[in-house]
């Protein structure tokens, strides 16, 4: 909530009428408006990249308007090939629609949760683990919609045919800057909610699941619909994990003490896969 905003309303409403406020009112605000302060103006932009996490179980409290604003303005400034801009955002609060988007989900889940179930259990994507020991697919498919329950969701749709602002080269060699600049986009949405002191879940949409949403959304044929982020205040906190930067970095040219060749990358996806175990990555429940 934005209070010093809201404050000056109140002021401006009713001149001088502020003494009015309860002394718990005024107690509330000021205690929101100090752990709002601490929230957006100590953590600078380092810490926001290093602590944004993605969430995926969200208090039930609704989130304030002046939040959702400051998210979609962040979004509107995301950079985008050739600046074509080729984002629209739907936010959806209502309850009906968010319950229909996650039948639709589920629906279609089922796929990736069939192709899932064939990789042995240890290479499984975390999501498709069970939270316990229990392996029981019930416990994995609970977890599949707990973003609906999130207070906001903004569903990201893309207009392809900004793509001819690109240069006609770029589009020749199929460079598509129409998919970077969506997901440069969805980022901006997720540093923005984490700099609110918010969590977000980006929702990867396989076509078919994105194709029956569109209808669900009543989104034009021409346009598609990149993916959903859910947008809430987080209800645990996640462990995270991240490779080394003395992994990852060259100088000058690509230097092959950092290559992996086929076995290194099934040894580093294990690895990442327990370190996404142990420090919760997926946990969703109170309990897993
Ligand atoms: C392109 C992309 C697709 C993603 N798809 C999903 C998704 O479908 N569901 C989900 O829960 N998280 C999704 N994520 C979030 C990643 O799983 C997450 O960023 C990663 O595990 C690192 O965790 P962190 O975001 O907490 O640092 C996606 C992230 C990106 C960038």
Redesign the pocket.
């Known amino acids: 909530m934005e209070v010093s905003y809201l404050l000056g309303l109140r002021q401006e409403k009713s001149p001088g009428r502020v003494s009015h406020l309860t002394c718990l009112e005024e107690k509330a605000l000021r205690y929101a408006s100090n752990k709002e302060e601490v929230k957006v103006k100590d953590r600078g932009f380092f810490e926001v990249v290093k602590e ?3 969430i ?1 179980k969200f208090k039930d409290e609704p989130i304030p308007e002046s939040y959702l604003e400051k998210i979609l303005e962040a979004a509107r400034w995301a950079m985008s090939g050739a600046n074509s801009q080729p984002w629209q955002f739907i936010v959806i609060k209502n309850r009906e629609v968010k319950d229909r988007l996650a039948s639709v989900y589920s629906r279609y889940r089922e796929i990736t949760l069939a192709l899932e179930l064939t990789r042995l259990e240890e290479y499984r994507q975390p ?1 498709f683990r069970a939270p316990d020991s229990t392996q029981s697919i019930e416990a994995i498919r609970s977890r599949f919609t707990a973003w609906s329950k999130a207070p906001v969701i903004i569903a990201l749709v893309g207009d392809p045919r900004l793509l001819q602002a690109s240069t006609l080269a770029a589009r020749l060699y199929e460079i598509h800057t129409f998919d970077q600049s969506l ?1 440069i986009c969805a980022y901006t949405i997720h540093l923005a909610a984490s700099a609110l002191g918010l969590g977000a ?4 949409l396989l076509p078919p699941i994105a194709e029956a949403m569109k209808e669900e959304l009543a989104v034009p044929r021409e346009l598609v619909l990149f993916n959903l982020n859910a947008i809430g205040y987080p209800d645990y906190e ?1 462990v ?1 994990y991240r490779r080394e930067l003395s992994s990852l970095l060259h100088y000058d040219r690509y230097d092959m003490a950092n290559f992996m060749n086929m076995e290194d990358v099934q040894k580093y996806i294990l690895h990442q896969r327990k370190m996404h175990a142990s420090g919760g ?1 997926y946990r969703v429940g109170s309990k897993d």
């Not at 879940?201 to 990867?204: C, E, H, K, R, V």
């Open positions: 944004r996490r993605s995926r999501a997901a879940q980006w929702i990867s996640p995270p990555a």
